[in-house]
């Protein structure tokens, strides 16, 4: 008689522990599903226009103001004149569908080892021509998986040391879309002084 009251006793307890275990997976599950979460975007859209008069308005620079494709939207607007490389320039950054991102850095009186250094680990690849502005196009020396924002780099030399670099992952198409406006933008600074 003992002998199968342990046995059932033992088989007991492991068909509780299953019952147990089965009960918290089920509550976990609850919980997961049931527990609304919050999906919406994190990354902050900013005012790049205001922001580029306010810029321009504060340090009289011919900061350079763009209209950004159709869609896409700026998360980065800001004027940088106590940067660590002694280099005063303007960033901006914006935002697509499809998780597409380029962005720009204006910079003025840039100097070669400022260049040199936001070209590090790239090399020159060819060239995009625009209303007589050429861009030199630059790209990772290695191959990144997923790709990263400085892989490609389109650079204008536009005057004597000013410079914009044009990076982020996207299409051919939109790259040359961004720089169009922006050779637009300089031509438009250049018309009025």
Known sequence: MSDSGAKYRAKQTVVNLSLAL?????????????????????????NYSATVDQARASSDLPIIKIKPLDGWWSNLAQLNTQSSDAVI??????????????????????????LAFSLAGTTI??????????????QSVTKNDPQKTMDYIMVLNYSKNDYILLYGIADKSEYESFANEIVDGIRKASSIE
């Open 89 to 114: 320039n303007f960033k901006a950054g914006f935002v697509g569908s499809d998780v597409k991102y380029i962005g720009y850095t204006q910079a003025f009186e840039g100097n070669p080892t400022w």
């Open 125 to 138: 690849t060819g060239s995009y021509e625009y209303a007589s502005y050429k861009w030199d196009i630059y």
């Open 22 to 46: 089965a009960a918290c997976v089920a509550m976990v599950a609850l919980v997961v599903i049931g527990v609304p979460r919050d999906e919406s975007n994190r990354i902050e859209e900013v």
